[in-house]
């Protein structure tokens, strides 16, 4: 299975990195980026996603509230949550906010993402 993902992170950079780490694997496809979550849910209005993989910290709605939305109005689409911090009470609130996991920046793979997809419940 191919993953179409879309990026949320109001850092350019890192969904840059993102990307190209994606694009290195046949088991992610991105169809779509956005800085934050008001232009994540009008993107997710618009395509056919499969996985999002959010920031935790950004200006607005944070990740974790996005998670949440994400999981009401987008009830098939998995969420990746993440942050730059490793502080594991993110793992918790990801986890009450609906997201399939939380993955430390420092710590994200194409090995990581997929176990996180693939260890999570079926809709």
Request: charged share 25%; hydrophobic share 45%.
């Amino acid at each position: 299975m191919t993953y179409r993902a879309v990026l949320v992170d109001d850092d350019s950079l890192f969904r840059d990195w993102l990307r190209s780490l994606l694009e290195t694997s046949e088991d992610f496809k991105v169809i779509g980026e956005a800085s934050c979550a008001a232009d994540c849910i009008v993107l997710l209005n618009a395509v056919n996603a499969d996985v999002v993989v959010v920031d935790v910290h950004m200006p607005g709605r944070d990740g974790l509230e996005l998670a949440e939305h994400i999981k009401t109005h987008f009830p098939v689409v998995k969420t990746i949550v993440t942050s730059s911090h490793n502080d594991r009470v993110y793992s918790r609130l990801a986890e009450q906010e609906g997201a399939q996991a939380f993955i430390p920046k420092a710590e994200l793979s194409i090995a990581s993402l997929l176990e996180a997809l693939r260890a999570a419940p079926v809709p």
